[in-house]
């Protein structure tokens, strides 16, 4: 199956190219030199787990092209996306000698795309950053767009920066080692664009659903694609989250970020976070922006058929009211969620404390 290239193009900065394909991961040393012709040094920074498979295929490829490589292996797990272990990394850049001259790649899924990404757009004020996914949730969504960031004790994501990769390589034969956690995972992210981006993309979801649950490698492709496409429209757009369009990104993230905190992070992969939260998001936007009650009933269904079924867990509201508070798409106290009308057609609401403490004991009763 050939690969296929969608770009993320920008008003005021470099476009760069997104490649989805089967082994193109073989060629990531090329496009390094292509991407970053300034680069004489490459650092891989990759997890526990992704390194025994391909770390080697990685490595050569970028020593193929002349390029002085070296690599960090970090622990895997969310864990890692902490201060202790980007100063560690820090560290580890000074010590190789990494000039402003170095490119990173961040071999891996969300959290060493995070990770590495932050430690690029950081050392020595930003050097060359490639992305290379390894995860269908990271192809589908953090490797795209250009937000890079480490869990604070108070919340995810908190310290970051927006850092563009200068070339992202989604090599979907590498999502054959994937776990069913993980592709569900990603499955989340991936009905969260579909319902966000419209009837096109949600209905041929719908559609073919049963296909990507089952991994078939040419509707993995073209939901990968999809999700890629819509994303690059909406980072296009509002790189930066300013005019408000980039929010829509954050369907199904209020409640879930709330949930992953206080399960312990790790306990519930993100996707199946986020696929909780849109299920809440959506009943709110039945009682908020008349929503159709239909539409629950499709995405549900949905959700159900890509293995993301709802969660057992289950908090007091008070408690998932104080996780809230700390997520950062919150304004002036106000905890904001985004709230689908119908397919496509969303807007960013503040619920107040009163009425969300009403859906909240709704919800905690249907565990």
Request: glycine share 8%.
């Amino acid at each position: 199956m050939p690969s296929t290239k969608v770009v993320v193009n920008f008003a005021d900065k470099p476009s760069y190219d997104v490649r989805v394909g089967a082994g193109i991961l073989q060629a990531v040393g090329q496009r390094v030199r292509a991407t970053c012709p300034q680069a004489h040094q490459a650092l891989v920074i990759t997890d526990s787990n992704v390194a025994p498979l391909y770390l080697d295929a990685a490595v050569s490829s970028l020593k193929a092209e002349g390029l002085r490589t070296s690599s960090i292996t970090i622990p895997a797990g969310e864990e890692s996306k902490s201060v202790a272990c980007l100063s560690e990394i820090w560290q580890a850049m000074a010590q190789k000698g990494l000039d402003r001259s170095a490119c990173v790649v961040a071999l891996g899924g969300g959290v060493v795309g995070d990770l590495a990404g932050f430690a690029a757009a950081t050392y020595m004020r930003g050097i060359g950053f490639v992305q290379a996914p390894t995860s269908l949730l990271a192809m589908v969504d953090s490797s795209v767009g250009g937000k890079t960031a480490i869990d604070l004790p108070a919340g995810k994501n908190l310290a970051g920066a927006f850092y563009q990769p200068a070339y992202v390589c989604a090599d979907t034969s590498t999502l054959a080692t994937l776990n069913q956690r993980e592709w569900a995972c990603g499955c989340g992210e991936i009905a969260k664009s579909a319902v966000i981006g419209g009837d096109d993309f949600f209905f041929w979801l719908v559609e073919h659903a049963s296909r990507l649950a089952e991994r078939d490698p040419e509707v993995v492709n073209e939901a990968i694609v999809r999700s890629v496409v819509f994303k690059a429209d909406v980072v296009a757009a509002d790189e930066q989250e300013r005019s408000g369009t980039r929010e829509c990104l954050n369907y199904g993230h209020t409640l879930g970020h709330a949930i992953e905190k206080l399960a312990g992070y790790g306990v519930y992969s993100h996707g199946a976070a986020v696929a909780e939260g849109m299920r809440f998001a959506l009943r709110l936007g039945v009682a908020l922006a008349d929503a159709p009650i239909d539409l629950v009933h499709e995405q549900d269904a949905l959700l159900d058929s890509l293995g993301l079924e709802p969660l057992a867990f289950s908090a007091s509201p008070s408690q998932i009211i104080d996780a809230m508070r700390s997520d950062k798409k919150n304004r002036d106290g106000q905890i904001r969620f985004v709230i689908p009308s119908d397919v496509g057609a969303w807007s960013v609401l503040p619920v107040e404390e009163d009425i969300l403490r009403e859906h909240l004991d709704a919800w905690s009763r249907s565990k």
